[in-house]
């Protein structure tokens, strides 16, 4: 996932050595001596900080096996190749122009272009905080980007890279070195990011993934209704049982993992829908809670839990904040990729005061569940980037902090086994909530009609029926419709969205 924009930075991209053109194109060091010449030609190149995606589950981490491998073993490798060949000194020069929140790249920010990219400064006492030591679940590296437009790539997309690898265990500075030219350029990024912590990646090719790429293999076959049917009372049976049996929270879930924001009209994200599951105590959040926490982590590819409570809400840091020492964006808990599952255990929230930082926290849970919006906080200005994180919230009455679309009290009968499911089947499960949610969807005029007009009957019964209300039943209703395979709403699928809310007020009253 791309974490951090880190701007620009220029480099020697062409020089003469001789009478031969050599380029250190997708390289960080020169093959032949440099020196100052007028035939040399400065290029510019973007870096990327990127991260293993946050939340990600251990079936969908599967294919980054091999590229662990590969940089756990480059190292020798590449000391190897450079020991046989004359390498004068690295050519890599930072950007040194400073963005501030009036310059034409901040302002595009705004506009939704792109984040800000400050570039990076000399901080050498920052460096271990900057880049942790290589660890399997902490795998960062700095993209170095070559002529893409800047529009193609931007931040929490979950990109695969392909390109030359520059790692090295032994890269020491050269501040003083005997090359007139490389002493001009060593205030580079590795001053925060050295190559012995944090490999590069001079990419050669990149493509955006979406949730169906976190699949290792994936279903060889079309999303015919008859099909998707089959799958989907699969799935429906296995949520019932994690469920306790109760059917009706387990349709609910199925809606809920279906969600995704497919539109934004004004501030109303539309597609979203948040699951308030509540009833909840000590002892039923013990096994239920477990047994939902793993059937999303199977189901989903990026999925996190978080515990709420009072010390929590103080002390966390929910928001990304920009760090000017570092001129690194630090990352926050609510900087997830599309497509990511929280799920808020909000049982052990027990009575006591918020601070101001808990009060800035409950705050920003609460306009990602209203508006999918997180706010990063950039010191002298706020940006608020747009989100799709599917909530569940885990309650024992009704939240008050984070009010979802959907509150439904839990009524689990049994605590049956699980059973063992086969690859196959969760493979199925998989495609089919990956594929489902970017399903296209339309009303019919006709079914339209039928719509409006129980809205209107609806109103007439009951007064305090909203915009929301109306909202949350036209989502409801293209889910439903959704999770069969139908790009269309029927009245078939509709009078069951009914029948949910029917039975679903019951169960409240």
């Known amino acids: 996932m791309i974490q951090d924009m880190l701007g620009n930075e220029f480099y020697v991209g062409a020089y003469k050595n001789e009478e031969t053109w050599n380029t250190n194109k997708f390289s960080d060091v020169a093959q032949f001596p440099m020196g100052p010449s007028p035939d040399m030609r400065v290029w510019e190149r973007r870096l990327l900080y990127c991260v293993p995606v946050p939340g990600q589950n251990t079936w969908a981490d599967s294919a980054s096996e091999g590229v662990i491998h590969t940089y756990a073993t480059s190292a020798n490798r590449e000391k190897r190749q450079r020991e046989t060949c004359s390498v004068s000194d690295e050519m890599d020069i930072q950007d040194s122009s400073n963005e501030t929140p009036n310059s034409p790249r901040a302002k595009k920010m705004r506009e939704g272009e792109s984040v800000p990219q400050e570039n990076m400064t000399d901080a050498t006492d920052?460096?271990?905080?900057?880049?942790?030591?290589?660890?399997?679940?902490?795998?960062?590296?700095?993209?170095?980007?070559?002529?893409?437009?800047?529009?193609?790539?931007?931040?929490?997309?979950?990109?695969?890279?392909?390109?030359?690898?520059?790692?090295?265990?032994?890269?020491?500075?050269?501040?003083?070195?005997?090359?007139?030219?490389?002493?001009?350029?060593?205030?580079?990024?590795?001053?925060?990011?050295?190559?012995?912590?944090?490999?590069?990646?001079?990419?050669?090719?990149?493509?955006k993934l979406s949730v169906n790429d976190m699949i290792s293999i994936s279903p060889t076959m079309e999303p015919k209704p008859e099909l998707l049917r089959g799958i989907r009372d699969s799935l429906l049976r296995h949520l019932t049982v994690v469920l306790g049996d109760d059917e009706l929270a387990a349709h609910f879930m199925l809606l809920h993992l279906l969600s995704k924001v497919h539109v934004r009209v004004d501030s109303v994200a539309v597609g979203k829908l948040s699951f308030n599951l509540s009833g909840f105590d000590k002892s039923s959040i013990s096994v239920f809670g477990n047994r939902i926490n793993d059937a999303i982590k199977n189901l989903l590819p990026y999925s996190q839990r978080m515990p709420l409570t009072v010390d929590y809400l103080n002390t966390a840091s929910l928001a990304p904040v920009k760090d000017y020492q570092t001129n690194r964006l630090v990352p926050g808990v609510l900087q997830c990729a599309e497509g990511s599952h929280l799920t808020v255990d909000e049982t052990p929230l027990q009575s006591g005061t918020l601070n101001n930082n808990g009060v800035e926290n409950a705050r920003l849970l609460k306009d990602l569940m209203d508006f999918q919006k997180v706010e990063y906080d950039f010191k002298y200005y706020k940006m608020k980037m747009d989100a799709d994180v599917q909530l569940l919230i885990l309650s024992e009455g009704k939240s008050n902090i984070l009010p979802a679309d959907i509150v439904l009290p839990f009524h689990p009968t049994a605590v049956g086994p699980l059973g063992n499911v086969d690859a196959e089947t969760l493979n199925a499960w998989r495609w089919y909530l990956a594929t489902l949610r970017s399903l296209t969807y339309s009303i019919g005029t006709e079914i339209q009609k039928v719509v409006e007009d129980d809205m209107v009957s609806a109103r007439k019964v009951d007064r305090s029926l909203g915009t929301e209300d109306f909202n949350r039943w036209l989502t409801m209703g293209r889910l439903m419709s959704v999770s069969y395979g139908e790009a269309c709403l029927s009245n078939e699928h509709w009078q069951m969205v009914k029948e949910m809310e029917r039975l679903r007020k019951e169960r409240i009253k």
């Open 126 to 207: 920052c460096s271990t905080s900057m880049a942790p030591e290589f660890d399997r679940n902490s795998f960062p590296c700095l993209v170095k980007i070559y002529d893409t437009p800047e529009s193609d790539l931007k931040l929490n997309d979950v990109f695969e890279f392909i390109g030359v690898l520059m790692f090295d265990t032994d890269v020491k500075d050269d501040k003083h070195g005997e090359n007139e030219m490389a002493n001009c350029f060593d205030e580079e990024e590795s001053v925060n990011l050295p190559s012995s912590k944090v490999p590069r990646l001079h990419c050669l090719v990149h493509r």
